[in-house]
């Protein structure tokens, strides 16, 4: 490298005569472009986010960055989990944060805050937001600090969260889904909710190049795993609500909630019992109803796979009686379920 005193640094810098990268002579210029960028934003989708390499709350979306050298960027090494923020509420935000603190010791990785302050900055962080509706995502990463496989490099680990302004309605409408071809992730992988989702991605995008919405993944045995990034739960023909062992696949928030409520429907008549087992394709494909299970949905109904229809292929009863259930919890659901959030 030569002597940087003796080098003069262009603004642009011409390689092949048909493209000049531009050369940013200092924070404020660069500031600038990101200002203009986001100036053309009608909507700023994304009110709020924290960051402890920052230490506080960032209100300008130009400033929400990531440090390039942060091993979750480069290496995958991060967690990351997901509240719903619904009507002035954070909804299990509880629930999520204990599974977050599990994928984090799984994928070994401390948290920079016990887990009470975690809470409150979530909850902080959403009251500065104003956001009533949408959704709160956190991650925690192994840290910024260079560029090799090792964490041991990096000073300290950290945490990231963001409020996203997105709105959702409860899912009345069916979809169509796929058996995926692409592998499903190990179970140490897939039961730990980590930043390496491009089988996730992949499978989605296989499915809408099939004009799908979705795909289901069959593990290696053959029985019925989960969807890209949702559960996915039937009614059999002898009316049982069943879902697949959590053993292997990510044990959902939102399937968990639904498994205790659904039990409302087994003291009514109107569901035979609620359970977890293994099926099989056969017995998936031949059940009465079926639905993907996720926080944003929090159900949608399925009514075809593999262009076979599920059932009589038209959204069942069931499983909108099911949706009722989780919608209502989150709308009047008990404190246990709901944090009201002290807007400011």
Known sequence: MGNPTQTTVSSEIEVDGDFKVHVFSSSSELLEKL??????????????MYSSIYG???????MMVIPIDDHMVHRGHGVFDTAIIFEGHLYELDVHLDRFLRS???AK????????TLRSILIQLTAVSKLKKGTLRYWLSAGPGDFLLSSAGCPKPAFYAVVIDQDFSQCKDGVKVITSNVPMKAPLFATMKNVNYLPNVLSVLEAEEKGAFGSIWIDEVGYIAEGPNVNVAFI???KELVMPFFDNILYGCTAKRLLELASKLVD???LKSVTTKNLTVEEAKGAAEMMYVGS???VLPIIAWDDQPIGDGKVGELTMLLSNLLWDDMVA????QRILVPYV
């Open 35 to 48: 200002h203009q960028t986001w100036s053309s934003v009608e909507k700023q989708p994304y009110p709020a």
């Open 56 to 62: 506080g709350i960032i209100l300008d979306p130009a």
């Open 104 to 106: 984090a010791s799984k």
């Open 109 to 116: 990785i401390s948290s920079p805050f016990s887990r009470s």
């Open 236 to 238: 059999t023909q002898e």
């Open 268 to 270: 009514q008549g109107v």
């Open 296 to 298: 944003t949905l929090p």
């Open 333 to 336: 659901g008990p404190d246990t």
